[in-house]
């Protein structure tokens, strides 16, 4: 456990030694604060539900944006071969980037918490600001990237070339955002499935406040999927 | 417990369509410094790097202190120290940064980290970089924070791909030596293209050609070669007058241990050159002997020790009728 953690402190540290955690983060905060000031007031509603409402859609960029240089650049280097000669399991690797490249989501989540801080203050007098809706909405999103980075991890292990990391994570994670939108014209049992499969989906059912276990299943789910390709694409790369 | 540090068993490797390996066997006992020499291609960084565990063998067995590495890896990497080919290293990490990431991430306890880190820092002189970046540093430097790396869990072998290559000269006598302290005490294995580098750190050497092995033997044994050793010998009277060549070239002839005595090149009308021929035996002290006896000056005395080469070249060339004669 011991040796994960180093894994994923070094990488933590990483990400913050090149100017691109700057730019995906600033990016990020840039987007997302515009969008939620824009509508916030049209709105008139003291609640984050504009900005739990296009955040999955961010972060669509974002994860993979984060992951893509993640094992990508270590095969390019050559370092994955001192990392691949440790005495680490291949899924201990894999998961100390997971949570380094997770924990760099929730550095970019942080600071979205002024808007929550914003906006409770602009609650009409009288009125209590309900916390549990943001609460239960920044947990969502931590679930839904979590998946993202799994699956921008194993794209970022197919190859030394990190921009194929992106463009591939890209596909994938939007992949399992779009697959539900047009749900609505589709037979139901088929648009069931659909919405099932969506990461949209069950973060709707989490922001709205309430924690599933279908939903929390589904995440894991897919988060250990991604890890799973990861570890079983980088073993390749000792054949 | 098996006494051999390494033992390879009919090893093949298999990349894709290219056979790296092809049945490769060869033992290494415990605190031997082996030099493991080739062609481009022969098979030489496979075997290191089935050994280091980063890739998988396709056949045969790979033990590593008696843990075969398809069978435990992780465990058979405790043991290793491994300075892969072109010493890969985190760029942006400072030298200190990288070594706690180093023994972090091999299970370096706590209460010792700070001592092991601080013996390598030492050991490799990276006391005036620690706090640089691996960037900035020099090919040299760069290379001894790759020993510094292998060697921070103080491991039983240390598997050393081409540890000098793309230094300049004074570089590579420091890692020669830094190499030859730490073959004191542990297994070494070190691919090299440098064949004088084998004589002065090696005790035996393995010579690999196409994934097969095509010669193991001992350092001297290779340095002789298959038609002996030669000394060359320059030498004049030692009352100033001249010398009769063919008298001289019997007397070193009669001297123990010399099979043929050919004319070489001599300083000067008052001087003659020899070339002494041996097969086993130096003669360097009976020719003393005979000097003094003979009342000679000898001017020069060398022994050529170029044969290693002329074996390498004879080993791996691909014409070679039988690979194995010089072993």
Redesign the interface.
Known sequence: MNSTLAVARREFKTFFASPIAYIVLGGFLLVSGWLYFSTLLLAGQASLRNFFGFAPVLFVVLVPAITMRSIAEERKSGTLELLLTMPLEDWQVVLGKFLASVGMVGVGLMWTLPYAFTVAGLTATGSVFDWGPVIAGYLGLLFLASSFVALGLWASALSKNQIVGFIVGLIVCFAFYFVDKFAALLPASLGQVLEYLSVDYHFENIARGVLDTRDLLFYGSLTAAGLLFTTRTLSASRQ | MSSSMIRIESLTKR?GPTEALKGLSFEVPRGQVVGFLGLNGAGKSTTM?IL?????PTSGKALVGGIDVAVDP??A??L?G?L?E?N??????MVI?FLR??A????VPADVRSTRIKNAVERCGLGAVIGKDIGQLSKGYRQRVGLA?AILHEPDLLILDEPTSGLDPNQIVEIQNLIRELGREKTVILSTHILPEVQAMCSRVLIIKNGVLATDNSTERLALGDEGGAVTVVLASRHGSSLDAAAVQRALEAVPGVAKVETGEAEGSASLGFLLRYAVEDPRRALFEAAVKNEWVLLEVHRAQTSLEDTFRKVTAEDATDPRKAA
Request: hydrophobic share 35%; proline share 7%.
């Open positions: 990349y790097r280091a565990g980063y890739v998988t992780v465990a990497r405790r290793v491994y892969p072109n890969p290293l985190y760029e942006e990490m940064d990431f180093i972090d991430v091999r299970g790396q």
